[in-house]
Antibody, heavy 118, light 110 residues
């Protein structure tokens, strides 16, 4: 069974930093591109970033470029999102997503809530 | 374009069919056969219902089907059931090597 478990969310002040983690199980993690997708309170889904299976290629939304960095450790079946210069509009539930093809996902984690507020 | 266009809400009675549209451009929905649909019950992980416009993952009911015409994709749910009540999102690959989501559609089963 595919499982994706996110952690690392919490309350952070504007301008602060936070690192999200996602541990994968039930599939060969090193063979899949992975995504981060977020959902702000009362809003729709927003793609954040994608990282190739080897970690050599990364794509990111303009809204987070230069502030968020996605990475992975295939030896630990783990995906990360380093977030810096956080803004109130980054407040959202962040989901870890396995990519099926063309950057579109199939399996999603339960999400971790990030709240940016003073 | 920052988001694909979906109706904010649709509704139907048990047993009826409903269709949710998802309109984009030639740079996303119209340019590729890479459209997915997700069912999202608040507080739970979104679930993939349709991928590559019209393919159903294993385990998804045959009551769910997808199609596309030009730059508009559609999700049809037939034989509506109470458990189908959820938010539905479309998603498309884009020519900029990014992903766009629709704004979401709340399905109410009357």
């Amino acid at each position: 069974e595919v499982q994706l478990v996110e952690s690392g969310g919490g309350l952070v002040k504007p301008g602060g930093s936070l690192r999200l983690s996602c541990v994968a199980s039930g599939f060969t993690f090193s063979s899949y591109t992975m995504n981060w997708v977020r959902q702000a309170p009362g809003k729709g889904l927003e793609w954040v970033s994608s990282i190739s299976s080897t970690g050599t290629t990364v794509y990111s939304a303009d809204s987070v470029k230069g502030r968020f960095t996605v990475s992975r450790d295939n030896s630990k079946n783990s995906l990360f999102l380093q977030m810096s210069s956080l803004r109130p509009e980054d407040t959202a539930v962040y989901y870890c997503v396995r990519v099926l093809g063309a950057l579109l996902g199939d399996y999603w984690g339960q999400g971790t809530l990030v709240t940016v507020s003073s | 374009q920052s988001v694909l266009t979906q109706p904010a809400s649709v509704s139907g009675s048990p047993g009826q069919s409903v269709t949710i549209s998802c309109t984009g451009t030639s740079s996303d929905v119209g340019g590729f056969n890479y459209v997915s649909w997700y069912q999202h019950h608040p507080g739970k992980a979104p679930k993939l219902m349709i991928y590559d416009v019209s393919n159903r993952p294993s385990g998804v009911s045959h009551r769910f089907s997808g199609s596309k015409s030009g730059s508009t994709a559609s999700l049809t749910i037939s034989g509506l059931q109470a458990e189908d009540e959820a938010d539905y999102y479309c998603s498309s690959y884009t020519s900029s090597i990014t992903v766009l989501f629709g704004g979401g559609t709340k399905l109410t089963v009357l």
